[in-house]
């Protein structure tokens, strides 16, 4: 036990005491006494200062999403944690753990408009799976543990906790740290219910046309193998969502591809035609369901969840199994019948045929033209041999990179599914990069993205991260112009992009970077982006009117993807 330590130093001595070893952040007067205690620790702790707060606590994202521990984020009061306010929602909407801790004004000046004084506790509620204002030093380990706890445990979310001033000058008495492992009244995990996955056998054995679909929550209870296993046994075919991919590798025979409004025509249609759902760690959001009153209407449906909030919230579904997926896909493999679903699989085969022909191809491998995002994606793809991370931004090259990348890996998928965040992928990308050195991180950034963040770059190249910038350009917020293409009769309010060099932009930073805009060349530029030892930021201009098909319109029935402008389903 420590005696009469200060609040600040508690803060940090808690934090290692978590194993935190990286720290994303950016000073102000309100967290000085906690940056000064962090000074003695530069040698355990990798400070990892942003150029905004919305970098740092985005690159804590990157950073969670990749090596499943909590991101932990220092800013100070006012605008320091205003600006973090983007980056917990996004957390909160993709379950990413995280820990933030902001400085506050001193308790005595609370509620008086102090000098960058905002109530971060007040405008981070509705955002934050647990928030706390410590005003009393003496809280610091009690609390950090909770915070941990909290935020990792169960379905994982953002925790804020905002530290007084005074509270972190305070002299503490003593300083134990104890981890926190259980606290009354939150129940973050219930246990498996054995006669729901009776029920659930039942239904599994009994099914003609069963369909998994994969969420998030199969990477964050680290079930990649057992899901594996389940749909081996089964022969059941399995469809992911935006936030699922990368659990099951690419290749894999039961692998259907993407649900939800840019994912594949098979998954999508033949939700309709399916006679089981068996949901996965995931939530039904809108974009997957598109309108929920034709949605699977002759299907049974089998939800694995861990939050109860989850279950019915959306969509009824016949058997709920609350609780960690890894352990009822155990309970549940260990029970259901061997089987084979050959025929109904030939289905989503069939469908695969239809998508290629139609528009895969023309994406993936066109031959005249302007290069196209999709084949500067299979490119990356190719070149990396499946195995790297692929970090993307928001927007239309996020759902092609999507669609077109591999992966033979799981935690693979860097991406702001949940809030859409513009602005998420150049620092989601430096996080991705610390929390796995060895592996290759490439980033797939839209022009109007890019401009959002890009003070980051100077962060990358101050660590000398080995990022793979990968700039699609075309010189319009793309996705939005697809919308006013396909749905506002071209009326393109707004969406055109008056852009600057971004080469001359990375330079500036110090980031080596080159431009392709000729198919014969791209290749070869992605090759020497991909030799380049440091990081690189290679622009491509792309064809500047492209439209990311197939595409469930919004409000419209999963059955009714369209495949191009002009080719409607056939049902
Ligand atoms: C912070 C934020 N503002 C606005 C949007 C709305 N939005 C979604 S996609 C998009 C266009 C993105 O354009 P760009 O970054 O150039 O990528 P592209 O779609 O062309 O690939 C916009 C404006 C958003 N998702 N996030």
């Known amino acids: ?75 100070t009061s006012g605008p320091g944690a205003t600006n973090l306010i983007t980056g917990i929602a996004d957390a909160m909407m993709d379950s990413v753990p995280l820990v933030c801790i902001t400085g506050q004004v001193t308790s005595p000046s609370l509620g008086t408009d102090a000098f960058q004084e905002s109530d971060v506790v007040g405008i981070s509620m509705p955002v934050t799976k647990w928030n706390y204002q410590i005003t009393n030093g003496e809280e ?18 953002p925790v804020l906790l905002d530290i007084s001033k005074d509270a972190q000058t305070q002299v503490l008495k003593e300083f134990e740290y104890k981890k926190c492992h259980q606290i009354r009244s939150y129940v973050p995990e219930y246990p498996t219910n054995l ?57 894999h025979p039961l692998n259907v591809g993407m649900l939800g409004m840019h994912g594949n025509y098979g998954p999508n249609i033949l939700t309709n035609k399916a006679d089981l759902l068996i949901a996965v760690g995931m939530r039904f959001d809108d974009r997957v369901t598109g309108q ?15 939050d109860p909030a989850e279950i019915n ?79 993307t931004d928001v927007g239309q090259q996020q759902m092609i990179a999507a669609r077109y990348f591999r992966f033979n890996h799981s935690r693979s998928c860097v991406t702001s599914g949940g809030l859409g965040t513009m602005g998420y992928g150049i620092p989601a990308a430096l996080g991705a990069q610390l929390a796995a050195p060895d592996r290759t991180v490439v980033a797939f950034i839209g022009d109007g993205g890019f401009q959002m963040t890009l003070q980051e770059l100077g962060t990358i190249v101050e660590h000398k991260l080995p990022v793979k910038i990968i700039l699609l350009n075309n010189d319009f917020l793309g996705m939005v ?38 198919r014969e060349n791209l ?24 439209d990311v098909f197939p595409m469930v319109p919004s409000g419209a029935s999963v059955s009714d993807i369209m495949l191009s402008k002009e080719i409607k389903t056939e049902k």
């Open 1 to 75: 036990m420590l005696k009469n330590i200060t609040g600040s130093k508690a803060v940090i001595l808690s934090l290692l005491e978590e194993g935190v070893d990286t720290i994303f952040g950016y000073p102000g007067g309100a967290i000085i006494p906690i940056y000064d205690a962090l000074y003695d620790f530069k040698e355990r702790v990798n400070h990892i200062l942003a150029r905004h707060e919305q970098g740092a606590i985005h690159a804590a994202e990157g950073y969670a999403k990749v090596n499943g521990k909590a991101g932990v984020c220092f800013a």
């Open 140 to 157: 610091i380990p009690e609390i950090i543990a909770k915070a941990f706890y909290i935020a990792q445990s169960g379905r994982p979310g």
């Open 195 to 251: 006669k729901k996955i009776d029920d659930a056998v039942k239904l599994i054995n009994e099914s003609k046309r069963p369909l998994v679909l994969l969420g998030h929550g199969v990477i964050i209870s680290n079930a990649e193998k057992e899901i594996k296993d389940f749909l081996e046994k089964t022969g059941i075919p399995a469809a992911w969502t935006l936030l699922g991919l990368s659990a099951l590798p690419s290749d």
């Open 292 to 306: 929920v009153s034709s949605y699977a209407p002759n299907a049974k449906k089998i939800q694995l969840e861990i």
């Open 313 to 391: 919230k959306i969509i009824k579904v016949d058997v709920p199994i609350l609780g960690d997926a890894k352990k009822a896909l155990t309970l549940l493999t260990k029970k259901v019948k061997a089987n084979k679903h050959t025929e109904w699989i030939k289905k989503f085969r069939k469908c695969d045929k239809i998508e290629y022909n139609t528009v895969i191809s023309k994406s993936i491998h066109p031959e005249k033209g302007k290069i196209t995002m999709g084949e500067a994606v299979r490119v990356v793809s190719e070149k990396t041999h499946q195995n790297a991370i692929m970090v």
């Open 481 to 518: 112009r697809q919308w006013q293409e396909l749905f506002f009769e071209k009326r393109y309010s707004f969406t055109e992009l008056q852009n600057p060099d971004f080469v001359m932009i990375s330079k500036g930073f110090g980031m080596k970077s080159s431009r392709v805009s000729k």
């Open 523 to 546: 290749e070869s530029s992605i090759q020497e982006m991909i030799d380049h030892p440091g990081p690189y930021m290679l622009e491509v201009k792309v064809e500047q009117q492209e």
